[in-house]
């Protein structure tokens, strides 16, 4: 199975801080990689998809990168609106395997 | 617009079973693959399978192998997570989402979620 370790578990940022996410992935997964939020008691929505294309309706200030097997999602400006936990998926191969998620708020 | 509209939240109790849906509308419900999600608090996100919308293809994670069952009615655009000898441990949110059909396979589309308690 391909594991996929998500960082930092917890983070605190400031408004119109940069926030950088990162999951590596145990073996190549070329850009099968994608990235979600969710809000308290909703599902998780998509934000990027394909390592790093901006999914549609997602603000700019979201973005996704690759570098070998480690993929990041970047938040340029922090709003307020973007706390909540923050997942990464691998969809290269079954099983599916999500990142353990990450804890974003406000500082 | 795509929806999956799940059903209601469901208290059961230990050693029983149940059986959650997901009803899709707004799209063509043969062109899309669907998975379920398990998230618990424990453990986050666990991907339990994905179904092919004929019902002749699933895939299951080991660890819900014996566990869970999907199927599918597409002349209902629904699919079904059927959950048996349930334990505390299988109390959690359980989410069915859509995979994309362009070659990439990412979760465009998530359900609402529905709770499941197992207590006696």
């Known amino acids: 199975d391909i594991q996929v370790t998500q960082s930092p578990a917890s983070l605190s940022a400031s408004l119109e801080e940069i926030v950088t996410i990162t999951c590596q992935a145990s073996?190549?997964?070329?850009?099968?990689l994608s990235w979600y939020q969710q809000k308290p008691g909703k599902s998780p929505q998509l934000l990027i998809h394909s390592a790093t294309s901006l999914a549609d309706g997602v603000p700019s200030r979201f973005s996704g990168s690759r570098s070998g097997t480690q993929y990041s999602l970047r938040i340029n400006r922090l709003q307020v609106e973007d706390t909540g936990i923050y997942y990464c998926?691998?969809?290269?191969?079954?099983?599916?395997?999500f990142g353990g998620g990450t804890k974003l708020e406000l500082k | 617009q795509v929806q999956l509209q799940q059903s209601r939240a469901e208290l059961v109790k230990p050693a029983a079973s149940v059986t959650l849906s997901c009803k899709a509308s707004g799209y063509t419900f043969t062109n899309h693959y669907l998975h379920w999600v398990k998230q618990s608090p424990s453990q986050g996100l666990e991907w339990i399978g994905w179904?092919?919308?004929?019902?002749?293809?699933?895939n299951y994670a080991q660890e819900f192998k014996g566990k869970a069952t999907m199927t599918v009615d597409t002349s209902a655009s629904t699919t079904y997570l059927h959950l048996s000898s349930l334990t505390s441990d299988d109390s959690a949110v359980y989410y069915c989402?859509?995979?994309?059909?362009?070659?990439?396979?990412?979760?465009?589309?998530w359900g609402q979620g529905v709770l499941v308690t197992v207590s006696s």
């Open positions: 998926l691998q969809h290269y191969s079954a099983p599916r395997t």
């Open positions: 073996q190549d997964i070329g850009n099968f």
């Open positions: 179904i092919g919308p004929t019902n002749v293809n699933a």
């Open positions: 989402a859509r995979e994309y059909d362009g070659g990439y396979f990412y979760f465009d589309y």
